[in-house]
């Protein structure tokens, strides 16, 4: 049983392509030999976003604190603390931060995805 | 893709034994294509509890509202909003709400355990 926070966890500048402003945090994953998932937490500073793309892994997610859009293919849908959203695999979409505090979010995915 | 909040999902009275004071909601689940993950919370009334009890499940946790403890086997660990939790498969657990306010937590599980 592991039991964690956000600020005992490593926060990591994502590079890749088409993200701006994003870090990574991993309170549950691969080296805590989870059985399925691996749970991600990424933070967008305002003006930060995750690429626009898709992918063969869904997102389950659930927003702990800010506000913004995620586009839903081109179609930009408001997003706030407390939401949940489940993105299906291939579904094209982008987080974005278009609030002036920290949008974070947990991003659940099969470990393989991590 | 999609989109919700607490507010708008069911909340169902739990009745199974050794459960007290609780009710689930099913913000992301099996009858919303979910691939892999069912994303249920629970809100357990302030001395509410879960069943003390092991599954071939494991659960991931996250905190939302409350504070509580744990059970980790038959040792309690305090647990507070913002704490993420592994419980991994034949872990014994319970939950309990030892504060004065509703205890409100994600409880990501394999679809099939939903």
Redesign the interface.
């Known amino acids: ?6 600020d005992a966890c490593d926060s990591v500048p994502i590079t890749m392509e088409g993200v701006m402003g994003a870090v990574k945090q991993v ?2 994953g691969q080296t ?6 691996s ?1 991600r937490v990424f933070t967008l500073k305002p003006g930060g976003h995750t690429p626009h793309h898709n992918h063969d892994s ?1 997102h ?1 997610n ?1 927003i702990i604190e800010g506000s913004g859009e ?1 586009l ?1 293919g081109d179609k930009p ?1 408001q ?1 706030k603390k ?8 291939q ?1 094209r ?1 982008q987080y974005r931060n278009t609030g002036d505090t920290p949008l974070v979010f ?1 991003c ?1 995915v ?1 470990k393989e995805y991590e």
């Open positions: 049983m592991k039991i964690t926070r956000l309170p549950i805590d030999d989870s059985p399925n998932f749970v869904e389950v659930y995620l839903d849908r997003i407390g939401d949940f959203i489940l993105v299906k695999p579904e979409h947990i659940a099969p």
